[in-house]
């Protein structure tokens, strides 16, 4: 399999830096801040990023299962919702709800 690639730039101290984060395809780059990461404010974050990467490998899996299992997956959707403790600057939990149109 081949290896992928990501890349992430901070610039300055915790609270008041920036930074960017891109995937080395090229298919995304955005700025992340500790306002973003902690405090909710509009932009990416790196949490983002994880939960997007996790919901799109379990909907990727869990087709492939349900086609080897006799099944046609017409759709599988997951949502990810990554919670991290500030405090902590830690991911405490990670919960995935998928939906599928299966045959």
Do not use: H, Q
């Not at 399999?1 to 298919?27: H, R, Y």
């Not at 780059?29 to 306002?35: D, I, L, N, R």
Request: hydrophobic share 35%.
């Amino acid at each position: 399999m081949p290896t992928k690639k990501a890349n992430a730039i901070w610039k300055g101290d915790l609270k008041t830096g920036n930074g960017t984060m891109k995937v080395g395809s090229g298919a995304y780059e955005g700025a992340y801040s500790f306002a973003t990461r902690f405090e909710d404010k509009e932009g990416s974050n790196p949490e983002e990023l994880i939960g997007a990467a996790l919901a799109g490998c379990f909907s990727m899996a869990l087709s492939n299962e349900l086609d080897k299992a006799g099944f046609t997956p017409n759709s599988v959707e997951t949502s990810a919702d990554v919670t991290i403790d500030p405090g902590a600057g830690a991911i405490t939990t990670i919960k995935l709800v998928t939906k599928g149109d299966v045959s």
